[in-house]
């Protein structure tokens, strides 16, 4: 699901574009690290693969239709960090180019489905592997993987939904899960199908994803711990001033009686929020700084930690 | 200046095991347009990695020039050899043909003007100047062809090598890839299956089958003996049989 | 007279860019504040001869995923499970729903005002000069290239498919699915062996040399510091 621009609030998206900063900034890192100019260029024809293969649409119950993610496929066949450079230029092209998820909201898309899908599905299948290396235990594992991926995505989706007041939890979650089952089990089957034919035909590729992956899982945890307290620092800052729905939302509390109109933003020209006046600066504030720290902290991350690689 | 080019005892076996070549010797002179012929998976294209350094011999040398192929003379050697490969849309990477033009010459640190001098005179070379600003895919296959073959021009190499450059061509496009092949100053190293091409534009030809040299010499002898031809996957050229 | 043809994609890109930023963040919109956004739209989109109908049409793109999450909204306000309920929430709370839905429509005309004024190549070299690392330059420039060649592959394999396999099962037609997608993929991995064998040959150094150099000047400043001015226009506003 490609989360569209203004349905996150400032907190929710400037935390997770922080966060996707520098979950990128690192796997572009650990690719100039480990990885030789040649596996670079199979990236990059690898992204244009999925790029392609993301038209592919199924047809899910009720005439609706979703399409292949490919953040699964991606993870296990480069390897986690590698999948998330992926998938982040995938992810990059449709929001700039074609309109398909917002622009401020790209962190959270790039988290929801690139890293998610990219550290799952890799993880689930080494499980798989453990207990059994045989054939259908990869094809098996990597089906599962992926439809875990996608499921643990839309959980995502509906918290992240939930957190910016867009949409309260349990019908946000519910409906979510639903949806994305059903595309998850579509998923799945499309990826087990490819690493089915992948593991009769040309096995090195998976051997060589699950090399990757194996490496790729070992910096997870100094990652994670850096992420955690970036995201804690900006949320801190963030919600400091609260949003003007959040204020409604956290003070009523969840499923309460119908809250007056009066205290809801509305798009009536000359409404007001009463009492609120503050907050509307505080949200103002905090859009401001939150964009201009998340942009500087893009730009100093990338430029710093992927400068440009000396010549061979 | 000496440019020749050079394989003493070369052998290579590919990493999954296939032995691609074994003990070959060639010698290219500055200036000879030779023809390289023989079954498929005799070794042709391991003969065409192996010399700009992209395969690294198991055994034996190379040598372009003065210089024998190392690590650390990859770089330059890599500006005297061009390869074309057989697949235009392989090298045609960049997302317009003036970009990949100057990919090579960028690479190598010439200035702006030079670069486009550069772009400019490949296009020329190949008459299709009027494509620069086009995107790859826009183009037709016998464009594409000829655009690949002017990114490697681009560079100015000594040693052309090129891997079935008439291919899948229809005969116009043959015609005119072979006017152009023609008109290549440098020394120039043909793979092909093309055996009416070999007859008609490279006086010397080099048989190769199962990783060895099995024939060097002049076109018009070697493609006109039929034991020879037929004995290593090959065939009389139309313009012998039916002459 | 376009003026927007002696920017630099770079300031293009971040004037586009602040645009959104500046309607997210002025987000609920009132009828006046988006009907201000769509008129200077328009109005560049005049100025700069782009093609107004497609900007609209491509825009669209956005409604149906946009529409379907602001259906939550106003869920919170139903009292109890009745029809009834559901139905007073979402006839009192239509109007934030449609402001949910408004905020990314705008969002989404800008940036395809923004492909209207700049060619691929271009928001790729402002996203270089802005300093987007570099591995995911050479991801882009990929995929803009190979993407339609494996799209056409995929049609020529999918062709090949119909034509042997007409009347097949449901389960049957997925495998041979999975078993195309893997040949497609199969296939990429080798091309990119003989890609990357084609980018040494010509002295690939890892990185992707680019001849352009556009730098940011006066006109740029001045369209970025009324694009930012707009933007908070819209703020305080709001």
């Given at each position: 699901m490609h989360i569209p621009d203004g349905m996150l609030d400032t907190k929710t998206y400037t935390t997770l574009l922080a966060g996707a900063a520098g979950t990128v900034s690192y796997a572009g890192y650990?690719?100039?690290?480990?990885?030789?100019?040649?596996?670079?260029?199979?990236?990059?024809?690898?992204?244009?693969?999925?790029?392609?293969?993301?038209?592919?649409?199924?047809?899910?119950?009720?005439?609706?239709?979703?399409?292949?993610?490919?953040?699964s496929l991606a993870g296990l066949l480069l390897g986690s960090w590698p999948g998330v450079i992926v998938m982040t230029a995938v992810l990059l092209v449709q929001a700039v180019f074609f309109g398909d998820g917002g622009i401020t909201v790209l962190g959270a898309n790039i988290i929801n489905m690139g890293v998610i899908g990219c550290f799952v599905a890799p993880l689930v299948y080494q499980i798989f592997q453990r207990v059994n290396t045989s054939y259908i235990s990869k094809v098996v594992g990597a089906a599962v993987g992926s439809f875990f991926a996608v499921v643990l995505s839309s959980?995502?989706?509906?918290?992240?939904?939930?957190?910016?007041?867009?949409?309260?939890f349990t019908a946000a979650l519910s409906a979510m899960v639903f949806w994305h089952v059903l595309i998850g089990i579509g998923e799945g089957i499309i990826t087990g199908g490819i690493v089915a034919y992948i593991a009769k035909v040309r096995p090195q590729i998976l051997e060589q994803g699950e090399q990757s992956t194996h490496s790729s899982l070992k910096s997870v945890t100094l990652v994670l711990a850096v992420l955690a307290i970036l995201a804690a620092g900006l949320s801190f800052l963030a919600s400091s001033f609260p949003d003007g729905l959040e204020y409604v939302y956290f003070e009523m509390g969840i499923g309460s009686a119908p809250i007056p109109e009066s205290t809801v933003a509305s798009p009536m020209a000359d409404y007001l929020v009463p009492g609120v006046e503050n907050e509307a600066i505080g949200t103002i504030g905090a859009g401001i700084i939150g964009a201009i720290t998340t942009g500087v902290l893009l730009w100093a991350l990338s430029a710093l930690l992927t400068r440009k690689r000396k010549p061979q | 200046m000496s440019c020749s080019i050079i394989y003493e005892d070369v052998s290579f076996t590919y990493p999954n095991g296939t032995d691609a070549l074994h003990q070959v010797n060639l010698t290219l002179r500055h200036g000879e347009h030779v023809a390289l012929l023989g079954p498929n998976g005799a070794g042709k294209s391991t003969i065409m990695l192996l010399s700009n350094g992209i395969l690294k011999p198991n055994q034996g040398r190379i040598v372009v020039g003065d210089l024998t192929l190392t690590a650390d003379t990859l770089k330059p050697i890599r500006q005297r050899?061009?390869?074309?490969?057989?697949?235009?849309?392989?090298?045609?990477?960049?997302?317009?043909?003036?970009?990949?033009?100057?990919?090579?010459?960028?690479?190598?640190?010439?200035?702006?003007?030079?670069?486009?001098?550069?772009?400019?005179?490949?296009?020329?070379?190949?008459?299709?100047?009027?494509?620069?600003?086009?995107?790859?895919?826009?183009?037709?296959?016998?464009?594409?062809?000829?655009?690949?073959?002017a990114t490697v021009l681009a560079m100015q190499p000594d040693f052309l090598i090129l891997d079935e450059p008439s291919s899948n061509l229809d005969p116009r496009g043959r015609r005119q890839m072979m006017e152009l092949i023609r008109s290549i100053p440098s020394t120039v190293l043909i793979a092909t299956h093309d055996l009416d091409m070999a007859w008609e534009l490279l006086p010397r030809t080099i048989i190769i089958d199962g990783g060895q040299v099995v024939a060097d010499g002049p076109t018009r002898e070697l493609l006109a003996d039929e034991v020879l031809m037929i004995s290593h996957g090959l065939e009389l050229p139309a313009v012998v049989k039916y002459s | 007279m376009n003026p927007f043809n002696s920017l630099t994609p770079q300031s293009k890109l971040l004037g586009a860019v602040i645009m959104v930023v500046g309607i997210v963040v002025s987000a609920p919109h009132t009828a006046f504040s988006a009907g201000a956004v769509v008129l200077l739209v328009s109005a560049l989109a005049i100025i700069a001869e782009a093609r107004i109908g497609q900007m609209l049409l491509r825009s669209l793109v956005v409604l149906p995923v946009a529409g379907m999450l602001s259906l939550f909204y106003p869920l919170r306000f139903v009292a109890e499970l009745t029809p009834a309920a559901f139905v007073t929430a979402y006839a009192t709370y239509w109007q934030p729903m449609l402001a949910l839905i408004v905020t990314p429509w705008l969002c989404v005309l800008v940036m395809m005002f923004l492909m209207e004024i700049c060619t691929q190549e271009d928001i790729l070299y402002a996203m270089e000069c802005l300093h987007l690392p570099h591995i995911l330059v050479l991801l882009l420039t990929f995929m803009f290239r190979y993407v339609d060649v494996m799209r056409y592959q995929?049609?020529?394999?999918?062709?090949?498919?119909?034509?042997?396999?007409?009347?097949l099962s449901a389960r049957r037609q997925v495998m041979l699915y999975g078993n195309l997608a893997g040949s497609m993929l199969i296939r990429a991995y080798d091309q990119g062996e003989r890609i990357h064998a084609a980018m040494l040959s010509r002295g690939y150094t890892g990185i992707l040399p680019r001849l352009?150099?556009?730098?940011?000047?006066?006109?740029?400043?001045?369209?970025?510091?009324?694009?930012?001015?707009?933007a908070c226009g819209l703020l305080l506003y709001h």
């Open positions: 650990w690719i100039r690290k480990n990885f030789d100019s040649g596996k670079i260029v199979l990236m990059a024809v690898l992204a244009a693969l999925i790029f392609g293969l993301q038209m592919l649409n199924f047809p899910i119950a009720g005439g609706t239709s979703g399409h292949f993610g490919g953040s959980i995502a989706v509906a918290i992240e939904l939930w957190t910016s007041g867009s949409a309260q | 050899v061009g390869l074309v490969f057989q697949d235009p849309d392989d090298q045609l990477f960049m997302t317009t043909v003036h970009d990949d033009i100057a990919f090579g010459p960028l690479n190598r640190g010439l200035s702006a003007g030079e670069v486009e001098q550069r772009v400019a005179d490949a296009l020329e070379a190949v008459s299709l100047t009027h494509l620069s600003a086009k995107a790859p895919h826009d183009l037709s296959f016998g464009q594409k062809k000829r655009i690949a073959l | 995929l049609r020529a394999s999918r062709r090949a498919l119909v034509s042997r396999a007409p009347g352009r150099s556009e730098r940011m000047a006066v006109p740029d400043a001045i369209f970025l510091v009324c694009t930012i001015v707009f």
